[in-house]
Structures are given as structure tokens and as C-alpha cells.
Nanobody, 118 residues
Framework: VQLQASGGGSVQAGGSLSLSCAAS????????MGWFRQAPGKEREFVASITWSDGSTFYADAVKGRFIIRRNNRLDTAYLQMIFLKPEDTGVYYC????????????WGQGTQVTVSS
């Protein structure tokens, strides 16, 4: 499975950004996809995940109500819509796939930077 992330950028607090992650070669090896993030000097942490089959979602408490994860099965692409962004959302965001639900961690895409200024 290869994952190609795009999106991200810089925004002021309260703003919004969207990320996308296109999967190729997924087949049946990946039942769900998701996003993790890593802030400078901190460990990588889970953000959100979604199943390909029925679109079930799971979110970290820190992003509930502000982030929405969606998927397009036809395009094999997952999306992360982020609103009401906070400076603490700053970090490198990684898309991931496969492994145990709800924390996909078998396959990783390249990171994309999200910077939220106060």
C-alpha cells in the first residue's frame, strides 16, 4: 500500500485546512485509514480514522467536534477536514492505513506540515 498525502499549510487560529491521502495498491490489505500527527519534540499521536467499508469513524478527544474524516472509496482517498484550528494542532500530519482498528499503523504516507499561528 502506498499513501500520498497532500494539503496542509499555514493558518491562523480559528481557521481551517484540509488534508487528503490517496491510497494505491490497497486491495484487501487495508480495511481502514487514518491520520496521526507529530508536534516538535513530541511523540506521534493519533488523530482520526475511518473504515473503508461503512465509513465508521473514530477521533482523538483533542479533535472531536473540530475535525471530520471522510473517504471516497471510488478514489481510494481519505480526507481530513480541520476547522477551528488551534496552535496546539500544529505538527506534521501523517496518513496511515492497515493494522488494528482504530489505529491504522501498518502503512505510512509522507508527512505534511500544518502550522497554526496564534
Amino acid at each position: 500500500v502506498q499513501l500520498q498525502a497532500s494539503g496542509g499549510g499555514s493558518v491562523q487560529a480559528g481557521g481551517s485546512l484540509s488534508l487528503s491521502c490517496a491510497a494505491s495498491g490497497r486491495g484487501s490489505s487495508s480495511s481502514h485509514m487514518g491520520w496521526f500527527r507529530q508536534a516538535p519534540g513530541k511523540e506521534r499521536e493519533f488523530v482520526a480514522s475511518i473504515t473503508w467499508s461503512d465509513g465508521s469513524t473514530f477521533y482523538a478527544d483533542a479533535v472531536k467536534g473540530r475535525f471530520i474524516i471522510r473517504r471516497n472509496n471510488r478514489l481510494d482517498t481519505a480526507y481530513l477536514q480541520m476547522i477551528f484550528l488551534k496552535p496546539e494542532d500544529t505538527g506534521v500530519y501523517y496518513c496511515s492505513a492497515g493494522g488494528g482498528w482504530p489505529y491504522p499503523s501498518n502503512y505510512w504516507g509522507q508527512g505534511t506540515q500544518v502550522t497554526v499561528s496564534s
